[in-house]
């Protein structure tokens, strides 16, 4: 079992940043992928960024550069920084952590809610 505890959100105004954190704890594989997915008001839950233990990147396409993924492997921790926050990324954000690629190796954190002002 993993447990993912987020920290880092939020509010802030249209163009501000914020950086997201959160630590996993539990029995961790040493190959695993870590990252974000978010989920708006009445929309489906979507990808923002996930970063493989080898280093691979996935961006959703709203991202456009203005967000960074990294990951701390000795503190079992994965960053988010967002830059350019604009009110359309207002969302809860949600942690993942998937093990070895498989689906019922998949955890979730509570989440952590995001709010970006006009």
């Known amino acids: 079992q993993v447990q993912l505890v987020e920290s880092g959100g939020g509010s802030v105004q249209a163009g501000g940043s914020l950086r997201l954190s959160c630590a996993a704890s539990?029995?961790?594989?040493?190959?695993?992928?870590m990252g974000w997915y978010r989920q708006a008001p009445g929309k489906q839950r979507e990808l923002v960024a996930t970063i493989h233990s080898s280093g691979t990147l996935t961006f959703g396409k709203f991202v456009k550069g203005r967000f960074t993924i990294s990951r701390n492997d000795a503190k079992d921790t994965v960053y988010l920084q967002m830059n350019s926050l604009e009110p359309e990324d207002t969302a809860i954000y949600y942690c993942?952590?998937?093990?070895?690629?498989?689906?019922?190796?998949?955890?979730w954190g509570q989440g952590t809610q995001v709010t970006v002002s006009s």
């Open positions: 539990g029995i961790i594989y040493s190959i695993n992928t």
């Open positions: 993942y952590e998937n093990q070895g690629g498989r689906v019922a190796n998949t955890y």
